[in-house]
T-cell receptor, first 114, second 113 residues
Framework: KQEVTQIPAALSVPEGENLVLNCSFT??????LQWFRQDPGKGLTSLLL?????REQTSGRLNASLDKSSGRSTLYIAASQPGDSATYLC?????????????FGSGTQLTVLP | GAVVSQHPSRVICKSGTSVKIECRSL??????MFWYRQFPKKSLMLMAT?????????EQGVEKDKFLINHASLTLSTLTVTSAHPEDSSFYIC?????????FGSGTRLTVV
């Protein structure tokens, strides 16, 4: 059974810092990995999606990497801003089987202090 | 991009009543939708997979008679919490597969009093 772990559970940084969020998964047979952002009481906003054949994806100040063989992904946020404060979730989609649902990590709650 | 609209965003109901939550795909057809439940400061827990025109597939431990799922069209799936109790209070989110990723609704905060 796939297990997804995110470290740290919470992170507080001053504005302007670069930071890295970590995600690890136990089964490397994944189709893709997706990073989401969730604001309090809101749904999920997709940030980046990395296919299993890809190593990284970039969008603006965000960069996500994937090392499938070691079961790791990182989300790099450059020049953090208070508006980046949210919970960040990673989720993996299995590569085979009838199940297409995502397995989520428990999230990293990020606070960027002005 | 693909949008999933979820309503209501918040609902308060009395214990023993039923509540319906709707999830619509606005600009695409979703043959499969997923319903999740999220407890405070916890991650998303998959409750069931909703398939258009057929019965939903429930995860282990989820009561199918309490959480009724209907997916009668390619753009609408509904989750009805029947005979709600305070322990059903939670945040419910739906999602649809938008190859290659997933799009999520904005969630419904259910409070049972």
């Amino acid at each position: 059974k796939q297990e997804v772990t995110q470290i740290p559970a919470a992170l507080s940084v001053p504005e302007g810092e670069n930071l890295v969020l970590n995600c690890s998964f136990t089964d490397s047979a994944i189709y893709n990995l997706q990073w989401f952002r969730q604001d309090p009481g809101k749904g999920l906003t997709s940030l980046l999606l990395i296919q299993s054949s890809q190593r990284e994806q970039t969008s603006g100040r965000l960069n996500a990497s994937l090392d499938k063989s070691s079961g790791r992904s990182t989300l790099y946020i450059a020049a953090s801003q208070p508006g980046d404060s949210a919970t960040y979730l990673c989720a993996v989609r299995p590569s085979s089987g009838s199940a297409r649902q995502l397995t989520f990590g428990s999230g990293t709650q990020l606070t960027v202090l002005p | 991009g693909a949008v999933v609209s979820q309503h209501p965003s918040r609902v308060i109901c009395k214990s023993g009543t039923s509540v319906k939550i709707e999830c619509r795909s606005l600009d695409f057809q979703a043959t499969t939708m997923f319903w999740y439940r999220q407890f405070p400061k916890k991650s998303l827990m998959l409750m069931a997979t909703s398939n258009e025109g057929s019965k939903a597939t429930y995860e282990q431990g989820v009561e199918k008679d309490k959480f009724l799922i209907n997916h009668a069209s390619l753009t609408l799936s509904t989750l009805t919490v029947t005979s709600a109790h305070p322990e059903d209070s939670s945040f419910y989110i739906c999602s649809a597969s938008t190859v290659p990723g997933y799009t999520f609704g904005s969630g419904t905060r259910l409070t049972v009093v």
